[in-house]
């Protein structure tokens, strides 16, 4: 993933485009930041992957470091590198999810193998996994909710009371992102790969098995990567397809009513869409790796209402890279009843005396909650 980025904001940066919006309402990617900087420098992380809270005093933050993988964790004042007993050894961490203060898990993979962890308010356990590790697409997603854990990959498989149920994919169909509801609703998006030829696919949990749902209309060569579920009448799917001839990349948004899909992507643009996450106000907040041109250094994320896009700055690190798109987030989740958001991702820093770019986690709460923030929008 950290690969990933690094070329595509490389690609990018050689790249000339169309202005990022003509419509005037975007806001300025230089105007005052509804978002802060929580993490960032030298620390434990060297990339963070997943995100997720269960109060304003408690969130975990996963990815990998210079070692190997890593778990940081905020104690309702700083992050710290998580050190509870029992952790395995990975070379990532790339999902975590929290039920409660001891009910929280990770998943991770080292070498070709996987690793599944519970944290039960004191130590860290192993959990065997089924299934084979996805060696197309090793950065599982996984979901808990009170009792049961969703997990994807090139099959979908559901965890309670201790036993593992597998519910099998079509050839090349990968689930990248599964939201949840509860124990018997949930959702899960992916693709029916390659790239090139192939479609978006959505799945339905009724308690019982999987479903797959009408496709979402996305364009052509979208890869639709995350899902959001406020309600059985309302669910996101969201991702991005590679612009054509060197263009930015084209993300998409597309919303479930309960019966038929809506595109909402109106003015989001030049974004290589990796996180959203519902408001709580009947909108979304996007982020990832901003390619608007002229290129800007700065971290960007995008409001929606529910009916317009607002593009917003995020808040720049204090040794971050000011030449070229540096920044790349790759989740979000709430920070707990503040109405907040966190943000986890990296960004690289200018080159030093060896020719190199030091690239470092990154996390960033959002200040304003979305209700309150005062939006210039266009669609």
Not at 8 to 34: C, F, K, N, W
Not at 35 to 60: I, K, N, Q, R, Y
Not at 79 to 106: F, H, I, K, R
């Amino acid at each position: 993933m950290l690969v990933r980025h690094l070329l595509r904001a490389s690609a990018a940066s050689l790249a000339l485009a169309s202005t990022l919006l003509t419509a005037g309402g975007a806001q300025a990617v230089g105007a005052p930041s509804d978002w802060e900087v929580s993490l960032s420098g030298h620390s434990p992380a060297g990339s963070l992957m997943s995100v997720s809270s269960v109060s304003d005093d408690l969130a975990w933050a996963v990815g990998r470091g210079d070692s190997g993988g890593v778990i940081m964790r905020w104690n309702g004042e700083k992050w710290n590198e998580d050190t509870a007993p029992g952790l395995p050894d990975v070379w990532q961490w790339s999902s975590v999810t929290a039920v409660s203060e001891d009910d929280v898990w990770a998943y991770g993979s080292v070498g070709m193998d996987q690793r599944l962890a519970h944290y039960d308010g004191e130590r860290w356990t192993s959990v065997p996994t089924t299934g084979p590790a996805d060696d197309s697409w090793p950065e599982v997603p996984i979901k808990a909710v009170p009792g049961r854990l969703f997990k994807g990959g090139d099959a979908l498989y559901t965890y309670s009371d201790g036993t593992w149920k597998t519910f099998a994919l079509p050839s090349l169909v990968d689930i990248r992102d599964i939201d949840a509801l509860s124990a018997n609703d949930a959702y899960a998006t992916g693709m029916q790969y390659p790239v090139d030829g192939g479609h978006s696919v959505t799945y339905h949990w009724d308690g019982t098995t999987w479903t797959l749902m009408d496709e979402a209309p996305v364009r052509a060569g979208t890869e639709t990567a995350k899902v959001v579920a406020e309600s059985p009448t309302s669910v996101y799917v969201a991702g991005w397809a590679e612009g054509a001839h060197g263009d930015p990349p084209a993300p998409s948004v597309e919303h479930w009513n309960g019966t038929a899909w809506e595109d909402v992507t109106g003015a989001l643009a030049d974004l290589y869409l990796e996180a959203i996450v519902s408001d709580g106000h009947g909108g979304l907040w996007a982020t990832g790796n901003d390619q608007a041109d002229p290129a800007h250094a700065e971290s960007v994320f995008w409001h929606f209402d529910g009916t317009t896009w607002t593009r917003k700055a995020g808040a720049p690190a204090p040794d971050g890279d000011t030449t070229w798109p540096s920044y790349s987030f790759y989740d979000l989740a709430p920070v707990g009843s503040t109405g907040g958001f966190w943000a986890v991702g990296d960004y690289s820093t200018p080159l030093n005396a060896d020719g190199d770019r030091p690239v470092y986690g990154l996390i960033e709460q959002s200040t304003t909650a979305p209700g309150a923030a005062a939006a210039t929008s266009s669609r």
